[in-house]
């Protein structure tokens, strides 16, 4: 990609990376113990859980001209940065398409949908051509032609999200705005067309960037209890909320495999001794979420337990892994954000380059020293290790509601396992030079 996805590296912790990784990896290690004595039941409430807003504020936020109008001003904005993607300027150092694109709309997601929920799902611009093309075609928009096969679950948002990381992380072009156009154009029209068939349901299960903001957006303060009140709850509370489903697994270790990637070939270590090409980072790329996904099934493989049924699967804790995704975005994006987000800011006053200045920043220059490089230090470090004991606990929590109480603890061992080594390579990948 045309940005680097980082600015501090390893020489900006006072301590060194194998110091750091190991106070990590120790710090989920003994939580797990803290949780071993004092947490014995499970607590989380999930949907039943939250204290109601004011229902005057809630009444806005669920009113549908505000709903409609952010909706609308969505799809505007894409469609003007798909249309500037194709016709602007071809310098990517002077087209808005990729910045807007990589940085304010894929990181930007994150910390929208950790601080309001699931925003993408409100203001998807997919949802509105979706509407008025179903009502053009006399299709009910929210049945579509056939029915949502259950069995398929949460693997098309899989398949969304792992085709994008390979745009991201391998295509050669793809910091090229036409290429970042066609994207969006195709993804569009897949995603839009498959609504058609199977109705509104489709991006609940099957638009990546909705089901990663859904995700990430459970983890919100504001959220939604099960009578539909709006209320205000723990991050621990609304994790609970995320239902089992097939495909889910495999779009929490793309999530987290692909952004190891990311990490991994940014590396000295991967650019010294790895030769470069599209050929070797597919396989990177690939190679990074099977290891994941094998680690972490290697931890959460049912166990034998006499006489029980419903035994725990991989996918009993798969949301348990969200929080974990969404330290890694954190650590990986928080910098790229605040540095090279400037630059949306700056094209957007001459989207076309043709000299203008709608908004006063054309000849603004990125300023580097909005946060210091200690501050992206710590803030990296934090969003891993919250995001590893956050997942700890909801895991602890899941395994004392499913498994018996004898031996739900034991059972945790090798997921425990898995967290530290997590942990720990994260902070490694972070920060090694």
Not at 382 to 407: E, K, N
Request: proline share 7%; with cysteine.
């Amino acid at each position: 990609m045309l940005l680097a996805h980082g600015v501090g590296t390893r020489t900006d912790l006072p301590v060194p990376t194998w110091l750091a990784a190991s106070a990590a990896g120790l710090a989920v290690l003994i939580s797990f113990g803290a949780l071993i004595l004092l947490w014995r039941k499970p607590v989380l409430r999930g949907d039943t859980a939250g204290w109601p807003i004011p229902q005057p504020v809630a009444t806005v936020l669920d009113s549908t001209a505000l709903q409609g109008a952010l909706r609308v001003a969505a799809t505007l904005l894409s469609a003007a940065v798909c249309l500037i993607g194709f016709f602007g300027p071809r310098d990517v150092t002077r087209n808005i398409a990729p910045w807007a694109f990589y940085v304010t709309f894929w990181v930007g997601i994150v910390p929208a949908s950790l601080l309001f929920g699931p925003v993408w799902r409100v203001v998807n611009p997919l949802r509105l051509v979706h509407g008025a093309l179903a009502r053009l075609l006399r299709l009910d928009p929210q049945r579509g032609a056939w029915a949502l096969p259950e069995r398929l679950g949460y693997w098309p948002a899989a398949a969304s999200l792992a085709a994008f990381a390979y745009l991201e992380l391998v295509v050669p072009a793809r910091s090229d705005p036409r290429v970042v156009a066609w994207f969006i154009l195709i993804y569009a029209v897949v995603h839009t067309t498959a609504a058609l068939v199977f109705g509104q349901r489709w991006f609940d299960r099957g638009d990546g960037f909705e089901v990663y903001s859904t995700l990430l957006g459970s983890l919100a303060p504001l959220g939604r209890r099960r009578d539909g009140r709006l209320v205000l709850r723990t991050p621990l509370d609304g994790l609970k909320t995320i239902q089992p489903a097939p495909g889910l697994v495999a779009v929490v270790v793309t999530l987290v495999g692909s952004t190891a990637f990311d990490g991994l070939s940014r590396t000295s270590f991967w650019n010294t001794l790895i030769p470069t090409g599209p050929a070797i980072a597919t396989v990177g790329l690939i190679g990074c979420i099977l290891l994941v996904a094998t680690v972490y099934v290697m931890g959460t493989w049912q166990v034998a337990i006499p006489g029980q049924r419903d035994a725990p699967t991989p996918t009993t804790f798969a949301h348990t892994i969200v929080p974990i995704a969404a330290g890694y975005a954190i650590a990986h994006y928080f910098s790229l954000l605040i540095f090279d987000g400037q630059e949306t800011v700056i094209l957007a006053s001459d989207p076309l380059g043709r000299g203008t200045d709608y908004f006063g920043t054309a000849h603004h220059l990125i300023n580097y020293t909005a946060v210091s490089i200690t501050a992206i230090a710590l803030v990296q470090i934090i969003a891993i290790v919250t995001g590893h004991l956050l997942a700890t606990i909801s895991a602890h929590d899941q395994a004392m509601q499913t498994l018996p109480a004898a031996i739900a603890t034991r059972t945790q061992y090798p997921l425990i396992a898995v967290m530290v080594i997590l942990t720990f390579g994260a902070v490694s990948l972070v920060f090694a030079p």
